[in-house]
């Protein structure tokens, strides 16, 4: 067999080619980064873990009618997808303040936003992933003013789509990431992953405030337990997956 050809190497993934010019293969690893790669680790077992609950929430958004790059789980660290230009955006959307909202705002950890805010970052790791305006971004030309809607209003759905699916896991979406591409034909693709590592997921099981945390923040604040809190995460995800197979 032939080696298959590496088109580009992230933090925690690997994309391949293949044989169809449409279809890209993504490898999870279990490659851990954050603060813009100043810290770096491995979670084990992440690799497979983010990719199967990746496969399982990609699929159900489908089911919704949002378009995305998923075609099928190859194997547990292995996704095929549509082969997409991935518009160089982090578009973030919060439920509740965390993280960086917190760092250049007033508002408090935890503190429930009025409206689900939508941010759109740019993907550039020598800047920093600096958060934009819709100007900037416009002035970019990273998109247009359509897609920038268009954007905005898939980020939207997702999130109430997502809020509802984590809530029957007793999950609270806190905040996420997603990133959109551009199939061959100009559509406009949900890619990327969506796990753990990009989402912060609060456990509404528990009431301290370190030992709910299920995300990634559980290693870039040195919380401990952060594979159990990953494998937590793909239990109830699988469980509910399954619920909605059998109704
Ligand atoms: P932030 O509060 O650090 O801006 O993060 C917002 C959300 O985006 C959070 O769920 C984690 C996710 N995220 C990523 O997936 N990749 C990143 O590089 C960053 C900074 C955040
Ligand atoms: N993935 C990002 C990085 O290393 C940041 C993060 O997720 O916190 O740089």
Redesign the pocket.
Known sequence: MSTPSKLYEGKAKIVYATKNLQEYLTYFKDDAT???ALKKGTIMGKGEINCTISSALLNYLGSKGIKTHFLAQKSEREMLVKAVQIIPL?V?V?NIA??????QTTLPEGQKLPFPLV?F?LKNDDLG?P?LTVDRLNIMNIATVEQINQLKDNALKINQYLIEFFGSCDITL????LEFGLDFEGNLLLADEISP????LWDNLEQDTEKRVL???RFRRDLGKVESAYQQVQKRVLTQIEKLKNT
């Open positions: 954050a603060f813009n982090e973030v919060r965390a993280g960086s909202l917190c760092k941010e970052y992933d958060l806190v905040d996420f990431k590592d990009t989402c912060r995300d990634k923040d």
